[in-house]
């Protein structure tokens, strides 16, 4: 198991990098750690490698670690090798990026040039939602509207001032986390720095786009 060599403490919005390791990905985690360390933006984590598609997630971790940096966004990365079964699928050309339903559209428009848009499976997709909303929890913590109303009412906030505030809660509580996941594929590793340019152009591109909703 790697450790971890920083933790880089971002301003704002906050998206944790959860790259998962096996045998094959060592050098393309070493390389995407060099590509990103300096970037403000992000926070690493790195989890346990899920073998196989239908092995069951373990989001224990990467929930813990990104309810501690409050983290806006959460992207698992999964680099695969060629005795990953069925590595000779044909959309390994690119990057796979897993997205909730919802999502689908807006990253397609984003990516879809720089990778294959999927949705999470309808099993994985309820376990992301549970994370979501785990997440969702520890971050805002139980927001009573109530206690939201009689505050402002304490505070002489009325009107369209009382309205605003209303407004803006709710935008900030059904923006939510985002969840997104994607698997690289690399069959030579001597195509280790491609690799990690790509999948580091993608999550700068989506870190930006959703950033920029908040």
Known sequence: MLERPFSVKARGFKTVISMSYNDENKEFMRSFTEEVKDD??????????????????NFDLLLDYASQVKAKMVVRINCRGPNYPGFEESYITKPVVKVLSHQLTEVTTLCKDKACIKRFDGSEEKQVIGVLAELQ??????????LVLRHLTALNVGGAGLESRIKKLKSYMKNGVVFISIEMFQDNPKDVESVVHECSAIIRILHDYYSGKQ
């Not at 403000?40 to 997630?57: C, G, K, M, N, V």
């Open 40 to 57: 403000s933006r992000f926070t690493l984590h790195y989890a346990p490698h899920q073998e196989y598609p239908e092995d069951e997630i």
């Open 137 to 146: 929890r520890r971050n805002l913590g139980e927001v009573s509207l109530d």
